[in-house]
């Protein structure tokens, strides 16, 4: 098989991707390691910021996210007794967000591309990419059983943290600049009605806790657990126990418990390859670079990604120039350390590292009163949490 620009892994990243190269007449194929079902349920992330959001809508995926989405003008921050609204539109000149679940993004996307293309295999697992630093890469990948090859003009790594492309540049041509944490997330999905219209961000003395949601009906929450932490240690009774008690605060504001239908603990990084080109091979999304989910911006540096890659490819296949492309690394690697700069923060302004210092506590209350009590803080706060405008996708 052959193709322009051969895309390895279907998640958000590659299956957006596709979608807007197919768009711009740029012929693609999309080589997904799982089944459509395991891609289609991998809860993940919840919050699309405005410009995800109209990215989505621009290339025809918007209909049931317009239908569905809960589109939100506020987060509350809750630390030392105190609730705060941190209200988007006034201070980010009228950006939102929008709370519609990434397993729906794709659900929406691989109904699209299986019905309009581009090719979309699944169970298809890359094996290697051959060749990235000549003028026509290879990729080797196995299905059923059967050993095959996608050759190439182009490679994207949209394959994820876990993913085989972002070890194909050899070690003297990259560098991973990244950072661990001492916690994790616990998350669960309860059947039970969010118990505020927007979501709650919690600095607790007994650590993090963010309340979140996937529809009107279902609860999503965190809270920081160290790391090692086994799901299974925890009773529904303890979970709801501990999720009241970080919660708390002036008021009668009350949690809402219900039936918890999904739990998992997930380890947090900060981690960027770099650069984020090598030859004919491009990374993308969770291949490229990843940031603590605190602030929620790793899908949205997905959609970043490859609005960027698709304008380069179609400035390409229009009038031949390969500026944009030539571009590519280092105009998203600006705003990828801008995201980390900012889920570092986040994370680091609302977790309890397990060895922390009463003074360490009070500067984080510091930096959140000042967030409440100023609004060129809160400012900062808001335009980083809706995000900026990526460019024109098509
Ligand atoms: P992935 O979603 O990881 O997709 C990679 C794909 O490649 C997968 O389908 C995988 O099966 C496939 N693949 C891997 N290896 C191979 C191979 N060898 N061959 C072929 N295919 C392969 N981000 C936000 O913006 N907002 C949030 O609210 C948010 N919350 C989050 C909450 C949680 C609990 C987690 C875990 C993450 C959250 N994120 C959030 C981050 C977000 O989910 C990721 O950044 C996003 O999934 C990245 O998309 P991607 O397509 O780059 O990678
Ligand atoms: C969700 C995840 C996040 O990382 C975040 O900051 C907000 C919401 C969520 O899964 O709903």
Known sequence: ?????????????????????????VACVVLESRDRGYVERRQRAGILEQGTVDVLRACGAGERMDREGLVHDGIELRFDGRAYRVDLP????????????????????????????????FDATVTAVEGADTARPVVHYRRDGVDARLDCDYVVGCDGFHGVTRTVPPPAARRVVERGYPYSWFGILADVPPSSD??????????????SMRSPHVSRLYFQVPNGTDPADWSDTEIWAELASRFETVGDWRLRTGPITAR???PMRSSVTEPMRHGRLFLAGDAAHIVPPTGAKGLNLAVADVVELARAFGRLHDDGSPDLLDAYSATRLRAVWRAEHFSHFMTSTLHLAPDQDPFATRLQLAQLH?????????????????????????
């Open 264 to 266: 998992s603990v997930l």
């Open 370 to 394: 000042r967030i409440a009590d100023s609004r060129h803080a809160a400012a900062e706060l808001a335009e980083n949490y809706a995000g900026f405008a990526p460019p024109d996708p098509l």
């Open 90 to 121: 006034t201070l980010t000149g009228g950006r939102r967000v929008t709370v519609y679940a990434q397993t729906e993004v794709v659900r929406d996307l691989i109904s699209l591309q299986l019905a309009e293309g581009p090719p979309l295999l």
């Open 198 to 211: 927007e979501l709650v961000y919690a600095h607790s003395p007994r650590g993090f806790a963010l309340a």
């Open 1 to 25: 098989m052959e193709t322009t620009v051969g895309i390895v892994g279907g998640g958000p990243a590659g299956l957006l991707l596709a979608r807007l190269l197919h768009a711009r007449g």
